[in-house]
């Protein structure tokens, strides 16, 4: 129908779009695996560190992937998908 605009994605959808292909990869890796070290993305991935740790910058900006202190090793950080429930 002319002049009717099409239905906005939602706010996360089109974020998603707009990344590079290495960060969509992580994203649905951590929707699937749960939260992750920087180690296991990699490994999980196959992707080389360097790759890892920019797809990660990239979804922190667009606020798709939260980080927290490891427990076991305050040296690194665990990364996940937040959730609605915080």
Partial sequence: MAGHAPVPASPGESSIRE?????????KT????????QAELA??????????RYALRKLEAADLVSSRISFVDARQRIYSIPTDES
Avoid: M, N
Wanted: aromatic share 4%.
């Fill in 43 to 52: 490994e999980s991935t196959r992707l080389p560190d360097r790759t890892v």
């Fill in 30 to 37: 951590l929707e699937y695996e749960g939260s992750l070290t």
């Fill in 19 to 27: 990344l590079p292909p290495s960060a969509k990869l992580v994203v």
